[in-house]
C-alpha cells in the first residue's frame, strides 16, 4: 500500500533532554493511527514533527526525517506552509479563533487563495457537513464560535482543518475535554475521513484506539516500543511492556 | 461572637476600608477636575471653541488655532510614533533572546525620558533641517510616545493565548500574516487602549513645544510652521498679566482635558462593543 508518511529515525532534543528515541514508523494512505503511551513519553513530540509544529519551540532540535508523500519535510527549502497546508492538525484543547464561524471555517482557505462569495459558501457548507456540524450551526453561521459547546467547538475547529483539504489530520488528544456523546461524534467523524485522507491520533482511551484505529503505535519513554495493526497490537502483542499498558497492567 | 458573626464584620470592615482608600485615590483627580470646571465652565462656550483669539483688552475671541494646532502636532505625532511602536511592540511580543531583552530595556530607558530631552532632540534634528515646525513639534511627540505604545502593545499582544497562534500557523499561516490575522485583531481592544494612552501622554506635553515652535496667535494647520496649541496657550495665558486671559487658561485647561477624557471614553466603548460581539 501507498505510505502517506514514512518516518525515519526520528530524534528530538528539547534542549539537553531526549524525547524521541530514533523513532521510524510507515503510515499507509487512508488509514487511522493511534498513538498511546504515559503522559510525557513523547507522542505530542512526534505528532508536532509530522507537521513542523516543533519549529516554534524554543530549544528544540529534531533529527532524522520525515518523508510526506514522498517528499521530505525536513530537508532545506521545504516550504513549511504548504506542508501544513497537507498535514493538518487538531489539538487537544479547541481552540477556535474568537471570531465567527464562518470567518474559523475560511480563514485556512483564504489565506492560501482567493475566493469569490460563491467559493466561500460552497467551502463553508461541505467542511462543516464532513466534520458534522453543519446541522447545528447552519443558522447561525456569523454567530461568534466561542459561544458553541465544547464539543461543537472541537468538531468546528476539525471543520477549520478540513476546509484547506489537507491529505493528512493529525489530532492531540482530541477528545479529552469532551464528554461521551461528542466523543462519540468525533469518532465516528473519523471513520468517515479515513476514505478520503489518513488521520493520525493520539489518545489516552484504549477502547478508543481499539474501535476507531487501523494501526496503533506504543510510545513508551521517548521509543516507540511496538507498531502494527490495532488488532495484532490489541490482541497479540510483541513486546512484554505494550502487553501490560494495554491491558491496564501498567504503572 | 461565633465564627459566621466574625467573618461578616471582617467582611464589612475590610469593604469600607477598600472604599475609603479608594475615595482617598480618586480625591485628587477629582479635585483637579472640579478646578477646571470651577473657573473654566463659563469660559468655554461654541465661541470660545471656533473663534480666532483677540486682541487682549478687547472682548471676547476664543481658541480655535489653539485647539488646530494641536490636533495637527498630536494627529502627526501618533501617526509617526504609533506604528513605531506597534511595530517595537509586536516585535518584543513574538520573539526572546538576547535581541529583545536588548531593545526592551532600550525602550524602558525611553520611556523614563524627560519630554525637554525629546524636545531637544527634535530641536537638534528637525529644527536644524527644516526650522520652528509643525513637524518639530510632531517628532518630540512621536518620540514620546513609542515607549508608551511599545509596552503596552507587547502587554496587549501577550495576553493571547499561544493556542490561537499554534491554530494559525498549523493551518499554513507565516508568522507575519497570523500577526495580522490572528494576534492583532484579538488583542485590538488593548492595542487601540495602548494607542491612546500614548496620545494621552503626549497630549498635554509642553516642554516639547517650547523648543520646537514659536508661540503664534493665527489660526494654522500648517504643520511646516510654528503652530499655536492647547499647551503653549495655557502656559502663556496663564503667566499673562490679563485677566481675561487667565480666564481663558483655565477655559483652554478644561477644553484640553475634556479632549483626552472623550477619547478615553470613546475607546472603552469602541473595545466593549467588539468584546460583546466575539463573546457572544
Ligand atoms: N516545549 C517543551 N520544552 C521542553 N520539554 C518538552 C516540551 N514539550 C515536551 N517536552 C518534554 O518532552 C517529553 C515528551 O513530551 P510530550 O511529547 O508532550 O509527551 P506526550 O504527548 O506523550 O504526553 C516530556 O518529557 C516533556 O516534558
Ligand atoms: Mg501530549
Redesign the interface.
Known amino acids: 500500500m501507498q505510505k502517506a508518511i514514512r518516518v525515519k529515525a526520528l530524534d528530538v532534543h528539547y534542549g539537553r533532554s531526549r524525547a524521541l528515541k530514533s523513532v521510524s514508523m510507515d503510515i499507509p494512505e487512508r488509514s487511522v493511527v493511534a498513538l498511546i503511551g504515559p503522559s510525557g513519553c513523547g507522542k505530542s513530540t512526534f505528532l508536532r514533527c509530522l507537521n513542523r509544529m516543533n519549529d516554534t519551540v524554543p530549544g528544540a532540535k529534531v533529527e532524522g526525517d520525515v518523508e510526506v508523500d514522498g517528499h521530505s519535510v525536513y530537508r532545506n527549502g521545504t516550504d513549511v506552509v504548504e506542508l501544513r497546508r497537507q498535514v493538518g492538525m487538531v489539538f487537544q484543547k479547541p481552540n477556535p479563533f474568537p471570531k465567527s464561524i464562518r470567518d474559523n471555517v475560511l480563514f485556512g482557505p483564504r489565506l492560501h487563495r482567493r475566493m469569490d462569495r460563491a467559493e466561500c459558501d460552497r467551502v463553508l457548507e461541505s467542511s462543516l457537513r464532513r466534520a458534522a456540524i453543519w446541522d447545528e450551526v447552519k443558522d447561525r453561521l456569523d454567530a461568534p464560535a466561542m459561544g458553541l459547546s465544547g464539543g461543537q467547538q472541537q468538531r468546528l475547529c476539525i471543520a477549520r482543518a478540513l476546509a484547506v483539504e489537507p491529505r493528512i489530520l493529525l489530532m492531540d488528544e482530541p477528545c479529552s475535554a469532551l464528554d461521551p456523546i461528542a466523543t462519540a461524534k468525533i469518532e465516528e467523524l473519523i471513520q468517515d475521513l479515513k476514505k478520503e485522507l489518513t488521520v493520525v491520533m493520539v489518545t489516552h482511551n484504549m477502547q478508543q484506539a481499539a474501535r476507531a484505529s487501523d494501526y496503533t503505535g506504543f510510545f513508551y519513554l521517548g521509543e516507540l516500543v511496538e507498531f502494527g495493526t490495532t488488532k495484532q497490537v490489541f490482541e497479540n502483542p510483541r513486546e512484554k511492556r505494550t502487553e501490560d499498558y494495554v491491558t491496564g497492567r501498567f504503572g | 461572637m461565633s465564627r459566621l458573626a466574625r467573618r461578616h464584620l471582617a467582611h464589612r470592615v475590610a469593604t469600607a476600608a477598600c472604599l475609603a482608600l479608594a475615595l482617598v485615590a480618586v480625591f485628587p483627580l477629582v479635585s483637579v477636575l472640579w478646578e477646571l470646571v470651577r473657573h473654566g465652565a463659563d469660559v468655554v462656550t461654541w465661541e470660545f471653541l471656533t473663534t480666532p483669539p483677540a486682541l487682549p483688552l478687547e472682548p471676547g475671541g476664543g481658541i480655535q488655532h489653539a485647539i488646530l494646532g494641536t490636533g495637527v502636532v498630536v494627529g502627526l505625532g501618533t501617526l509617526m510614533g504609533a506604528p513605531l511602536g506597534l511595530l517595537i511592540g509586536a516585535y518584543l511580543a513574538e520573539s526572546?533572546g538576547k535581541r529583545a531583552a536588548t531593545v526592551r530595556t532600550v525602550v524602558d530607558a525611553m520611556a523614563g525620558m524627560p519630554s525637554i530631552v525629546a524636545g531637544l532632540f527634535a530641536y537638534a534634528v528637525v529644527v536644524a533641517a527644516v526650522g520652528f515646525s509643525g513637524w518639530a513639534a510632531a517628532s518630540a511627540y512621536a518620540v514620546l510616545m513609542v515607549p508608551t505604545v511599545t509596552r503596552t502593545t507587547e502587554e496587549a499582544l501577550r495576553t493571547v493565548?499561544q493556542?490561537?497562534?499554534?491554530?494559525?500557523?498549523?493551518?499554513?499561516?507565516?508568522r507575519w500574516?497570523t500577526m495580522l490575522?490572528?494576534v492583532l485583531?484579538?488583542a485590538w481592544g488593548g492595542v487601540l487602549t495602548g494607542l491612546l494612552l500614548g496620545v494621552a501622554r503626549v497630549a498635554g506635553e509642553t516642554a516639547p513645544l517650547v523648543v520646537t515652535m514659536i508661540a503664534t496667535p493665527f489660526v494654522s494647520t500648517d504643520p511646516a510652521h510654528s503652530l499655536a496649541t492647547l499647551p503653549m496657550l495655557i502656559y502663556d495665558y496663564g503667566k499673562s498679566a490679563y485677566p481675561k486671559l487667565n480666564a481663558q487658561a483655565w477655559g483652554a485647561a478644561l477644553v484640553l482635558i475634556l479632549m483626552v477624557l472623550a477619547l478615553n471614553i470613546l475607546v472603552r466603548g469602541m473595545s466593549a462593543l467588539r468584546e460583546r460581539?466575539?463573546?457572544?
Open positions: 526572546r493565548p493556542s490561537y497562534r499554534d491554530a494559525s500557523l498549523a493551518l499554513g499561516s507565516p500574516r490575522l490572528v485583531p484579538a460581539r466575539l463573546k457572544g
